[in-house]
């Protein structure tokens, strides 16, 4: 017996959020309706919204759309748990920010968003040994996005970019699961290091904008690195990180710092890092 649209939607809350937010967007807004029906409602499956989606934007003279989006489904269809990470990240973003109102605001136009999930295939790719891929999708991210993500960099899932300009991530970065950050950070080395030379960010860490985090070292799960910080040294689990270099204001903790995005620092230690 065919499974139905229907059906298959109630196993899959995201996208049944988001293909109701598309219908009735596409009411509301007449003149996007033709891009909302091509880009979500005429899909059965978020991944291949997606795929469709991105690669009308990666896709270009030098390569195809439809070749672009053929490498998306590959990569997708060979490795289930990138979807279940672009799943997690549509979550975070219409959670943890308050300018976001609908799944599908985010789908279609953050670009936050689309930078993380093209870089996922670029990773895909990257570690399957199609390293000039890997190359060319992290070049046109940059391009596009104004996100520069090296393809060799591991990222967890429910991950929030907000705004995303100037955000850059090094080659031998880890970023963990529940992290939140704002444009212009960098994960960065030292520019005198080689090998394994760029941040370790733990989960439920919150980067806000303009932090830039150099060298391998470990930002501790549950920390804050404040705006325009500049970090050279390790930042222990649930403590605050601020200035230039950065000094431990507050290790009192938060429960989950990413989520609460609270960016107010309050100096009320002397603790040097």
């Not at 109630?10 to 029906?37: G, K, M, N, Y």
């Not at 968003?113 to 895909?124: C, E, G, T, V």
Request: with cysteine; charged share 25%; proline share 4%.
């Amino acid at each position: 017996m065919a499974v139905t649209r229907e059906k298959v939607a109630t196993c899959d809350p995201i996208w049944s959020a988001l293909r109701e937010q598309a219908e009735a967007l596409a009411q509301r807004e007449p003149a996007l309706a033709s891009f909302v029906h091509a880009t979500v409602l005429k899909h059965e499956r978020l991944e291949s919204a997606l795929s469709y989606h991105l690669a009308k934007k990666i896709g270009g003279e030098d390569l195809s759309p439809m070749m672009t989006r053929e490498i998306f489904d590959e990569a997708m269809a060979a490795n289930p748990a990138i979807g279940e990470a672009v799943r997690a990240d549509l979550s975070a973003v219409f959670e943890r920010d308050p300018a976001c109102h609908t799944h599908v605001e985010a789908f279609l136009f953050y670009k936050g968003f689309h930078s993380l999930q093209s870089y996922r295939i670029a990773h895909w790719l990257w570690n399957n040994n199609r390293h000039a891929m890997a190359l060319f999708f992290q070049s046109r991210i940059s391009e596009l996005f104004d996100v520069d993500i090296h393809p060799a960099a591991k990222l967890g899932k429910g991950i929030m970019i907000d705004h995303a300009t100037g955000v850059v991530i090094g080659e031998t970065a880890v970023v963990e699961d529940d992290v939140s950050m704002l444009h212009g950070v960098t994960l960065g080395g030292t520019g005198k290091e080689v090998g394994d030379r760029h941040p370790k960010v733990r989960r439920g860490v919150l980067l806000s904008m303009g932090a830039k985090v150099l060298g391998n070292i470990e930002i501790g799960e549950y920390s804050r690195v404040g705006a325009g910080s500049v970090v050279l040294k390790s930042v222990p689990s649930g403590c605050t990180a601020v200035g230039v270099p950065a000094r431990l204001t507050n290790c009192a903790g938060a429960d989950r710092p990413s989520h609460e995005m609270n960016q107010v620092i309050e100096d009320d230690s002397d603790y040097k890092i």
